[in-house]
């Protein structure tokens, strides 16, 4: 068993999973990768079980966030000290894998994001998606002071006081933990930091914010934000004792 | 408020605390989800055994019309059991999930341990 472990939250990926596992595999051949099939109803955990890695089915689809916090209770129990969220569209370059790796153990960072907009990375967001992007960046610096390009990263590497406190239950929202999370991890003294990260062109499948979602997923973090904000007011941030 | 109408109440508090009572004994309410319920078919039973409570009421509010003072009430009490069964959702939600999480995670767990002791019994 390795010390770290790649926890990939998948939904209808059976056309990606497969090139990003073989990927992984043969860059990081040692590292523990567990796939969380989120109630796929496509054959993405056929894919999966083909590629001998980790599988966790969930009989329904949780979200995002539930998929991940699933990961992370798996890590919990088996005793893993690091893990790296990594994403099931291919859009995430396992060579940022050794960057996160560095940031975790060799500086002890407690959260190291993976920016799409640091660096020389390509990736273009729509109008909508970038004011949003914009708005909960504003937030998180007028919170906490501290200024985070890409709070929507899905490519996240997590130290053992951080995920060990997400698997707790309701520390995790269970559909898009955004700024919320990081402005509550931020408040409560976990350190944050963000590299540039190389971010592809997804080959095929759904982004998960299309339609009308993105109003939603706005006005819903405005409001979780605003309760990550009184709790802390009311003395109930973050106690991992 | 006429003869009819009052017995039309009264039946219909009678019928609503016995609906509440036949959910109870098949076990589709629990004791505490029932509370309000009967709550609300007591004060249907008091308002048609005597009417005049609402009259007095009214003036105690200074409301010319009885009736909306009614009307505002019943509609408050809605809100407030509507407000709880949310927040009962909310926290059923969240242990569903948390039992979903759990049940996965401890059968991938022993789906590694068969495997992997199967393993050990072939090289044996």
């Keep these: ?241 | 408020m006429s003869d009819i109408l009052r017995l039309l109440v009264l039946f219909c508090g009678i019928g609503f605390v016995l609906m509440v009572f036949v959910l109870l004994v098949k076990r589709k309410i629990n004791e505490r989800n029932s509370l309000l319920w009967l709550v609300g078919a007591f004060i249907i039973l008091v308002l048609s055994i005597a009417p005049n409570t609402l009259q007095v009421l009214a003036e105690v509010f200074d409301v010319d019309y009885p009736p909306s003072l009614l009307f505002l009430f019943s509609t408050l009490i809605m809100l407030l059991i509507v407000l709880y069964q949310s927040l009962q959702i909310s926290v059923l939600q969240e242990h569903l999930r948390e039992l979903t999480q759990q049940i996965a995670v401890d059968r991938t767990r022993v789906n590694i341990h068969t495997k992997n002791s199967s393993n050990d019994k072939g090289e044996n």
């Design chain 1, 1 to 241: 068993m390795s010390d770290c472990l790649i926890i990939i939250p998948a939904h209808n990926e059976e056309k990606n999973i497969g090139r990003v596992l073989s990927e992984l595999k043969k860059q990081y051949p040692r590292m523990d990768i567990l796939v969380v099939d989120d109630g796929s109803v496509d054959s993405t955990a056929a894919v999966v079980e083909r590629e001998q890695v980790l599988l966790i089915s969930l009989p329904y689809n949780l979200g995002y966030g539930g998929a991940l916090q699933t990961g992370y209770k798996y890590a919990v129990n088996a005793g893993y000290c690091c893990v790296i969220q990594f994403d099931a569209d291919g859009q995430h370059d396992p060579c940022d894998i050794g960057t996160i790796l560095e940031l975790l153990e060799e500086k002890k960072w407690d959260i190291v994001l993976g920016s799409r907009f640091l660096g020389k990375s390509s990736y273009r967001v729509g109008f909508v998606k970038m004011f949003a992007i914009r708005t909960f960046r504003l937030l998180i610096k007028l919170t906490t002071g501290v200024r985070i390009t890409d709070p929507s990263s899905g490519l996240q590497g997590l130290s053992y006081r951080t995920f060990t406190y997400y698997a707790g239950l309701g520390r995790y929202p269970s559909d898009y933990p955004d700024a919320d999370v990081l402005i509550q991890m931020l408040l409560s003294g976990y350190s944050i930091c963000e590299f540039p990260a190389n971010i592809r062109d997804r080959d095929s499948g759904k982004s998960m914010h299309n339609g009308i979602k993105p109003l939603y997923y706005g006005l819903k973090m405005l409001v979780s934000i605003c309760v990550v904000l009184l709790r802390k007011k009311s003395g109930g941030g973050v106690n991992n004792e």
